[in-house]
């Protein structure tokens, strides 16, 4: 099965350190830059569905506005409670400056 690529943004649109949120096919998708590596995560906290671009980026993790749940943003894992499931992962493909998304 071949996946669905979207082109979402360019590089330098999403500085290290930084975050930005992109609609792909009706999926919100949070784009994190982690020391220049590009990472794709769902925008949504798996606990109560809080905007994880409204939080802060850390390193790798990203926490969560409403609660204070951290994700691992390379592996989806999550890292502190209340939440306990991952969010969903997407993999991210950049070709020149364009940066592409793969829905499953």
Not at 18 to 33: Q, S, Y
Not at 34 to 43: P, T
Not at 76 to 86: H, K, N, Q, R, S
């Amino acid at each position: 099965m071949v996946p669905n690529s979207n082109r979402v943004a360019r590089r330098g649109e999403i500085p290290p350190g930084t975050t930005r949120r992109v609609v792909v096919d009706g999926n919100e998708i949070l784009l994190c830059n982690v020391a220049g590596e590009l990472y794709a995560i769902e925008d949504a906290c798996t606990h109560d569905g809080g905007e994880l671009d409204q939080g802060e980026l850390e390193g790798a993790r990203i926490m969560c506005p409403r609660h204070g749940a951290y994700f691992d943003v390379r592996t989806g894992e999550a890292l502190t409670l209340p939440a306990v499931v991952p969010v969903q992962t997407y993999r991210v493909r950049v070709e020149g400056d364009d940066v592409f998304v793969d829905l499953p």
